[in-house]
């Protein structure tokens, strides 16, 4: 079975560009959950979708959206992007992701994104 | 707040002797701990959780975690390293808050192994 794919796997941007990452989950799986993480730091918390539906925001600026479709893929996008935005942004899955969930996420292999 | 915190940077450890990777938490209710690995430029790769239950907790890998509730800790062990363990660790933990998930990691440790 196909675990978590994201694309791109790397890509260069330069400053005030926009940029948008993709992800599909593991088969079966209704939420999708983007993490930030910076070189040298743990991954940190950015989006929550289920069903389409945001279902939770990390303390990221309004620069940062995203959205799931029908298929339970999803997008993140970034506008303006900033040198800080450089990191590796991670995609993970799980069954629904609610509260009643373990919590437990399958993740992605990432896409590195360099802001020059 | 739900946090984790892992308190080294980096652990080195010779092939064969045993390892630890610590971290401690704090939460509000009963913890959901969980631990994963990152190896060079890669996503992360869940080794192993835990819910409730038994204190020591088996995963992937040979790995395993003990929980201790009274030192609130989840340190991750291994009774005999290998160099292919070598590799980023993170503890994380369930945060729940608003019922829906995510999880807060800690900083990472960075495992090195030696032959």
């Known amino acids: 079975d196909a675990g978590v794919t994201q694309s791109p796997t790397h890509l260069i941007k330069t400053r005030g560009q926009h940029v948008t990452l993709r992800c599909s989950p593991i088969?079966?799986?209704?939420?999708v959950s983007w993490y930030q993480q910076v070189l040298g730091q743990g991954p940190q918390f950015i989006f929550q979708?289920?069903?389409?539906?945001?279902?939770g925001r990390g303390n990221f600026p309004d620069r940062f959206s995203a959205r799931q479709f029908p298929n339970y893929s999803s997008e993140l996008n970034v506008n303006a992007l900033l040198l800080g935005d450089s990191a590796l942004y991670l995609c993970?899955?799980?069954?629904?992701?609610?509260?009643?969930?373990?919590?437990?996420?399958?993740f992605g292999e990432g896409s590195r994104l360099t802001v020059l | 707040a739900q946090s984790v915190a892992q308190p080294e940077d980096q652990v080195n450890v010779a092939e064969g002797n045993p390892l630890t990777v610590k971290c401690t938490y704090s939460v509000s209710g009963n913890p959901y701990l969980f631990w994963y690995v990152q190896y060079p430029n890669r996503g992360l790769q869940f080794l192993l959780k835990?819910?409730?239950?038994?204190?020591l907790v088996k995963g992937s890998y040979g790995f395993e975690a003990e929980f201790n509730k009274s030192q609130t800790s989840f340190h991750l062990k291994k009774p005999s390293a290998l160099v292919s363990d070598s590799a980023l660790y993170f503890c994380?933990?369930?945060?729940?808050?608003?019922?829906?998930?995510?999880?807060?990691f800690g900083a990472g440790t960075r495992l090195a192994v030696h032959p």
């Open positions: 993970a899955s799980s069954l629904a992701g609610t509260s009643m969930d373990t919590g437990e996420l399958f």
């Open positions: 979708y289920y069903e389409k539906e945001e279902r």
């Open positions: 088969s079966g799986h209704k939420s």
């Open positions: 835990y819910i409730t239950g038994d204190n």
């Open positions: 994380a933990v369930r945060d729940a808050a608003g019922g829906y998930n995510k999880l807060i």
